[in-house]
């Protein structure tokens, strides 16, 4: 099945500093790519929904400049944490659409684990 | 609104068969999904069903669909120490957006 691949899987950074956190489909094209965040033992809460070549949909209550979406190409989105706080620590996964959708085109990452000191 | 809802905890003997429940609320859902997501992983598309089928079947997973109650259940057969890990179900919403339930943790006792 199509991969979609996380980097880096785990980061620990002092506080006030920024991550990138980047998402790639690795044999497909993802025209549409989501991005989540998952806290301890909690649910996926979608953060915004990333478009090729266009500006991310961000989720109320999400920070649109706080968490920077960049969709530049179509098999490759990063997610930046800015000025980085304890709080922003979490597991963030991203999911890329390939295509108009159906079932079973969505693929996840492997998630990338943030810890802010 | 826009909860779907889980058991938080299951918990089986091996070899046992374990269901987990999941109401959703959009009935204009075309798929709904099951996900595992095992400690410190991503997650890992488990099974989906489309709203006008009533039951699939894979192997030893068997997702029953009611939609009049919007009631998702996921029952693993001969369920294994292996199957231990988080379950998701979730609802497609317009654009692709998935909404997830809280997880439900399985845990299988030898």
Not at chain 2, 63 to 71: A, G, R
């Amino acid at each position: 099945g199509a991969v979609v691949s996380q980097h880096p899987s785990r980061v620990i950074c002092k506080s006030g500093t920024s991550v990138k956190i980047e998402c790639r489909s690795l044999d497909f094209q993802a025209t549409t790519m989501f991005w989540y965040r998952q806290f301890p033992k909690k649910s996926l809460m979608l953060m915004a929904t990333s478009n090729e070549g266009s500006k991310a949909t961000y989720e109320q209550g999400v920070e649109k400049d706080k968490f920077l979406i960049n969709h530049a190409s179509l098999t490759l989105s990063t997610l930046t944490v800015t000025s980085a706080h304890p709080e922003d620590s979490s597991f963030y996964i991203c999911s890329a659409k390939q295509g108009a959708m159906q079932a079973g085109e969505l693929f996840f990452g492997e998630g990338s684990r943030l810890t802010v000191l | 609104g826009e909860d779907v809802e889980q058991s938080l905890f299951l918990s089986v003997r091996e070899g046992d068969s374990s269901v987990i429940n999941c109401t959703y609320t959009d009935s204009s859902s075309t798929y709904l999904y099951w996900y595992k997501q095992e400690p410190g992983a991503g997650l890992q598309l488990l099974t989906y069903i489309f709203s006008n089928m009533d039951m699939k079947q894979d192997q030893r997973l068997t997702v029953l669909l009611n939609k009049k109650d919007k009631h998702l259940s996921l029952r693993i057969a001969d369920t294994q120490t292996g199957d231990s890990a988080i379950y998701f179900c979730a609802e497609i919403h317009q654009g692709g957006k998935l909404i997830f339930g809280q997880g439900t943790e399985l845990s299988v006792k030898p």
